[in-house]
């Protein structure tokens, strides 16, 4: 049973920076693509971030440059760093995964930032930026 589980959320002010973390446990994110979700209040789940095996690393445009995405596969846990936040990085973030196999198979057709692409998600963790 795929149990994915964020850490690391809480308050900073603006300009300042966390890191969540995503502990995976009945997988081998050796064979999946990650990924980090967030959720403002009133929005739709959007896509931040996600990483597959080879390294190959896609990030939405309003996070470029100041959020890298990394994991640590010996050890199944997925990072998301985050600087420079600003008030509108607020919301819940999730962890989630997607088993290549099934990446491969949608081929071009999956852009690894939408949600219906994943089907293991954590129970998400907040992440509050204040001005």
């Known amino acids: 049973q795929v149990k994915l589980v964020e850490s690391g959320g809480g308050s900073v002010e603006a300009g300042g920076s966390l890191r969540l973390s995503c502990a995976g446990s009945?997988?081998?994110?050796?064979?999946?693509?990650m990924a980090w979700f967030r959720q403002a209040p009133g929005k739709e789940r959007e896509g931040v971030a996600c990483?597959?095996?080879?390294?190959?690393?896609k990030y939405t445009e309003s996070v470029k440059g100041r959020f890298t995405i990394s994991q640590d596969k010996t050890r199944n846990i997925l990072y998301l760093q985050m600087t420079s936040l600003r008030q509108e990085d607020t919301g819940i973030y999730y962890c989630?995964?997607?088993?290549?196999?099934?990446?491969?198979?949608?081929?071009?057709?999956?852009?690894?930032?939408?949600?219906?692409?994943?089907?293991?998600w954590g129970q998400g963790t907040q992440v509050t930026v204040s001005s």
């Open positions: 009945g997988l081998s994110m050796a064979e999946y693509r």
């Open positions: 990483v597959d095996s080879d390294s190959t690393i």
């Open positions: 989630a995964a997607e088993p290549l196999r099934r990446v491969v198979r949608h081929g071009d057709t999956y852009t690894g930032l939408r949600q219906d692409e994943y089907v293991y």
